[in-house]
């Protein structure tokens, strides 16, 4: 599955936000999550339908969309 079938966004759902695959989870909720200190097991154990490479995935993109902060 690719970035663009991992993070969805429409207006009908979650008011437009993105999402996760259409799942009514926004990105912003799963990133507050793992912000938070919660684990990804933990994130996945609450949240069966999600899927490991879901938030690692995301993770990667805000990451990379980050400026090195080191320099």
Do not use: W
Not at 20 to 28: A, D, H, K, Q
Not at 49 to 69: C, G, H, N, T, Y
């Amino acid at each position: 599955m690719n970035q663009s079938e991992r993070i969805t966004m429409d207006p009908e759902i979650c008011h437009g936000k993105p999402t996760v695959r259409g799942l009514r989870y926004t990105v912003e909720s799963i990133l507050e999550l793992l912000s938070s200190g919660m684990a990804v097991e933990e994130i996945l154990a609450d949240y069966e339908d999600l899927e490991r490479e879901d938030i690692f995935r995301r993770v990667r993109l805000r990451q990379a969309s980050q400026p090195d902060k080191a320099h």
